[in-house]
């Protein structure tokens, strides 16, 4: 069953994508729901055409999120990350455009953004992982880590673009 992406044009959703998520207790979390939560927010990411998605997009008040971008070979990667944070961000910042399955499609906006980030969680076995991250991956993570911080990238823009449907 594909799962709905929540969005702001509901305004009960959007209080929901609003809200922070608080961290996961993962020695108390069933690992097979775990686990298949992330199997359908990897669907429902690929499914909408998306790099990244957080399981408050779909309604799950989890600090999750997973993502998928190339690698340095063009091979898609895929990432699943439990209570992500950001642990260090270079001081070079790129501006550039983002979308959010959860705004309209038909608006983006410029967001200047680290250009390097080392991030931190736990994967789906619960050990701790660490990832240096920069490019698209970097932003990627970041926009997500908003997203269970109640944060949209609209909250970002200096400059909003609509594009007609």
Request: hydrophobic share 40%; glycine share 6%; aromatic share 6%.
């Amino acid at each position: 069953m594909p799962s709905k992406i929540w969005t702001i044009e509901n305004k009960k959703e959007e209080m929901v994508l609003r809200k922070k998520i608080p961290p996961l207790n993962f020695a108390s979390e069933n690992k097979k729901e775990l686990r298949g939560l992330v199997k359908q927010m990897r669907i429902a990411m690929k499914e909408n055409s998306g790099v990244g998605l957080s399981a408050n997009q779909i309604g799950m008040p989890k600090r999750i999120f997973v993502a998928q971008v190339p690698d340095e070979n063009g091979r898609p990667k895929f990432y699943a990350v439990l209570n992500p944070e950001i642990i260090k961000i270079s001081a070079k910042k790129i501006a550039n455009e983002e979308g959010c399955l959860s705004v309209p499609l038909t608006t983006t906006g410029i967001v200047e953004r680290p250009e390097q980030i080392t991030l931190q969680g736990l994967n789906l076995l619960g050990k701790k992982i660490k990832i240096k991250a920069w490019g698209l991956l970097a932003r990627v993570f970041q926009h997500e880590v908003d997203h269970l911080n109640g944060m949209l990238f609209l909250d970002r823009t200096k400059q909003l673009k609509k594009y007609d449907a």
